[in-house]
T-cell receptor
């Protein structure tokens, strides 16, 4: 499969524990934020999103938190499972002043789930 | 099955030899985009297209061209590839206000 990064920060979590992956974004005008999961040999896959007018959004086993004051985004995964092992990327979409459909991705975090 | 298809999946070429990476989506999405992925740099947007005949530069457009003559296809063209374009390339498509993007499986390009 395709390798996505040789020197990514890695988070190792025991199976069943909760995982928290953090991301700092760059543009205070960004209006929309997304988390993607990328498994080896595959393209990124959408997990959850949040608009800039919210500070928390929950999905199935996942929660995204947005702190606009410090330009910080986090992804929380509850009861982490072996299938959650992957690289996780945050992405921001520029607001109207920077081109609504330009996306900037973070460098990614590798999540390793330990049995 | 809804999908974004890229071809080829792997390509080795030499400096200066023009190449095209094709991308096709079957979801009738208006938005399509190309990214490159390099170790330590994440995904960087090359070009995107909001609709047929509408394309815009992303963050790293130099050395690339795109065209959007029909909705389903968005080829990436490297007129004169150079070794610094060796990378993993992804095509994506999306639709609607949220424009959630669906990605292809990637094209690994090596320019010697």
């Amino acid at each position: 499969g395709e390798s996505v990064g040789l020197h990514l920060p890695t988070l190792s979590v025991q199976e069943g524990d909760n995982s928290i992956i953090n991301c700092a974004y760059s543009n205070s005008a960004s209006d929309y934020f997304i988390w993607y999961k990328q498994e080896s040999g595959k393209g990124p896959q959408f997990i959850i999103d949040i608009r800039s007018n919210m500070d928390k959004r929950q999905g199935q086993r996942v929660t995204v938190l947005l702190n606009k004051t410090v330009k910080h985004l986090s992804l929380q995964i509850a009861a982490t499972q072996p299938g959650d092992s992957a690289v996780y990327f945050c992405a921001e979409r520029g607001g109207p002043t920077s081109g609504t459909y330009k996306y900037i991705f973070g460098t990614g975090t590798r999540l390793k789930v330990l049995a | 099955e809804a999908q974004v298809t890229q071809n080829p999946r792997y390509l080795i070429t030499v400096t200066g030899k023009k190449l095209t990476v094709t991308c096709s989506q079957n979801m009738n999405h208006e938005y399509m985009s190309w990214y490159r992925q390099d170790p330590g740099l994440g995904l960087r947007q090359i070009y995107y297209s909001m609709n047929v005949e509408v394309t815009d530069k992303g963050d790293v457009p130099e050395g690339y061209k795109v065209s959007r003559k029909e909705k389903r296809n968005f080829p990436l063209i490297l007129e004169s590839p150079s070794p610094n374009q060796t990378s993993l390339y992804f095509c994506a498509s999306g639709q609607g206000a949220k424009n959630i993007q669906y990605f292809g499986a990637g094209t690994r390009l090596s320019v010697l």
